[in-house]
């Protein structure tokens, strides 16, 4: 228990005292801080807090509900921790509570990689069928492939897939491929599980994937369901929910839907996904969890429940390292050799080497970025276009300095999304920057443009100039030739406009334009710093655009 603790020695004098100080941190008297150190919850002296813990130890159940989110499809070992690593963490956490212990998946666990893309899912089924989860939340990205596949992958899994916020658009009625909620027994306790998709999916996955469904109130689905599930005698309510949330990590202060959803509910703890950030803490008497992103971290919403009773005495929420953890975590041998077999399959292309490069290429979500560049350039040479978007939530990792390899481009460009092309005026094009400067969505990654921009005048106003690349002005009345992505051209991130042009699908893959071009490029000098450049403008001088 005490390992993954940096201070121990300190802490503890002799060998009782360190036993005495496990017991505390088992029964959340003592949580661990960020900086690998230990941290009790409130003043009390050692011999008082020894006392209470040896008074009620017998007489308390400990419930530890352990989870994942947005996994992403991270079986691989190396940056990430891996599936077998995961599968350690699991296994350590679970050995110290046997009976007491349930594990959930928040949601996002399969697509992102392609080892788990190209061998449809079955590497992260096949690791969560053998961890034993018993529940799983709807992410937005489980749309990515299509409703098909996403029920062909929920009768894959030994557990099922809840959500009780999807609803039929036409009928107001629950989807059937899914259930809302789950009961499950841990050490006698009765616990009802509920599932929630983020209403933000509307506008984070593929358009015409979810054109028939309405994500509803996640707090209105959740009071719903937890008084059913109490009627049928559940003893916990934990919310199971795609549900984002964030750390201000220098206040410790919280925010985001999972804490806004946390503030209208009455639940025993909500685990939480989406944000890829780490959250830890108790929102309206509600503990809430988020373990940060690609098996980094395993969350744990922790209780003790009174045999007696079934009062729950107290409440801990963690997030324990697995990449980074400073405990010795014994890498599941099953899981290991399994993605090995899944990784030999797939090395002959996935190694094949396109460029090399001096320097990390970075993918910015705010600025534009010479990945985002270098995308957009092999998009709009592709299609032969005058300019071409992409939105800066498709481009999913930095590029290494050194080799940048197929598996690489596969990691960048996940999704499978296809370069469209239309007819777009030069108002049009002006509209999609407007909304870009508003930074709702990220900065959009362009080709064929040279824009600048004043962030301190007052939203859709911000666009100050539009130029081609050689300087000639865009004009508002002529059309330009436009590439972009299908989810963008379907509305996705919002952009409305984009669903007023005439596309043509090319189906051409975007990530398989980038691998082709950077085969024939000999070296990469792209500079983006020219394309969009931030300026200090009064309205009085700004340029004004005419129809």
């Not at 098996?295 to 409440?315: C, Q």
């Not at 985002?372 to 300095?401: C, H, S, W, Y």
């Amino acid at each position: 228990v005490l390992d993954q603790f940096k201070d121990q020695d300190e802490i503890t004098r002799n060998l009782r005292d360190k036993d005495k100080v496990a017991l505390a941190v088992e029964m959340g008297f003592l949580v661990g801080r960020g900086d690998g150190t230990l941290a009790p919850k409130a003043e009390m002296r050692f011999g008082e807090m020894a006392a209470m813990l040896y008074r009620v130890k017998d007489r308390y159940k400990q419930i530890d509900i352990l989870s994942t989110n947005d996994f992403h499809g991270k079986v691989e070992a190396g940056y990430e921790a891996g599936a077998a690593k995961l599968m350690g963490a699991i296994n350590h956490y679970r050995s110290a509570n046997r009976k007491g212990t349930i594990l959930v998946d928040a949601g996002d666990a399969y697509q992102g990689t392609p080892i788990s893309s190209l061998n449809n899912a079955k590497p992260v089924i096949e690791f969560m069928n053998h961890a034993r989860y018993v529940a799983q939340a709807v992410g937005n990205h489980e749309f990515d492939w299509g409703i098909e596949e996403l029920k062909r992958i929920n009768k894959e899994t030994y557990f099922p897939m809840l959500a009780a916020n999807i609803v039929n658009k036409n009928t107001g009625e629950l989807v059937e491929w899914v259930q809302p909620t789950r009961m499950i027994p841990a050490d006698g306790v009765k616990i009802g599980l509920i599932g929630i998709t983020t209403p933000d999916t509307r506008g984070t996955t593929m358009p015409s994937n979810i054109a028939e469904l309405e994500f509803t109130d996640p707090a209105a689905a959740i009071e719903k369901y937890s008084a059913r599930l109490r009627e049928q005698g559940a003893e916990m309510i934990i919310v199971v929910g795609h549900l984002p949330g964030t750390t201000d990590y220098e206040s410790g202060k919280v925010s985001g839907e999972l804490v806004e959803v946390a503030k209208k509910v009455d639940v025993t703890g909500i685990v939480g996904g989406h944000s890829h950030h780490t959250v830890t803490a108790v929102v309206n008497g509600n503990p809430i969890v988020e373990a940060y992103k690609h098996g980094r971290e395993l969350g744990n919403l922790r209780f003790f429940v009174s045999e007696k009773t079934g009062e729950i005495y107290n409440t801990v929420p963690m997030s324990h390292p697995v990449r980074k953890s400073v405990i010795d975590l014994e890498k599941d041998p099953k899981i290991a050799e399994m993605v090995s077999e899944y990784q030999e399959e797939l090395e002959p292309i996935m190694s094949e080497v396109l460029i090399e490069t001096e320097q990390k290429l970075v993918s910015s979500y705010d600025t534009i970025s010479k990945v985002g560049a270098l995308t957009t350039d092999a998009m709009a040479q592709e299609v032969n276009a005058d300019i071409a978007f992409q939105n800066p939530g498709g481009l999913r990792i930095d590029l290494p300095k050194g080799e940048i390899n197929v598996g690489h481009i596969y990691e960048l460009l996940p999704f499978g999304n296809t370069i469209v092309t239309g007819e777009m005026t030069g108002k049009q094009i002006v509209s999609i920057l407007e909304q870009s400067f508003t930074f709702d969505k990220g900065m959009m990654q362009l080709s064929g443009l040279r824009v600048k921009y004043d962030k301190d005048q007052p939203k859709y106003e911000r666009v100050v100039s539009v130029t081609l690349p050689d300087g000639t002005p865009l004009k508002m009345d002529k059309e330009y030739t436009v590439a972009t992505n299908n989810f963008l051209a379907e509305g996705g991130d919002g952009f409305a406009a984009f669903t007023e042009v005439d596309f043509t699908d090319s189906y051409i893959k975007v990530r398989d334009a980038l691998i082709e071009y950077l085969r024939e490029l000999e070296e990469i000098k792209v500079d983006p710093a020219q394309r969009v450049t931030e300026v200090d403008q009064s309205a009085a001088l700004r340029i004004r655009y005419a129809a």
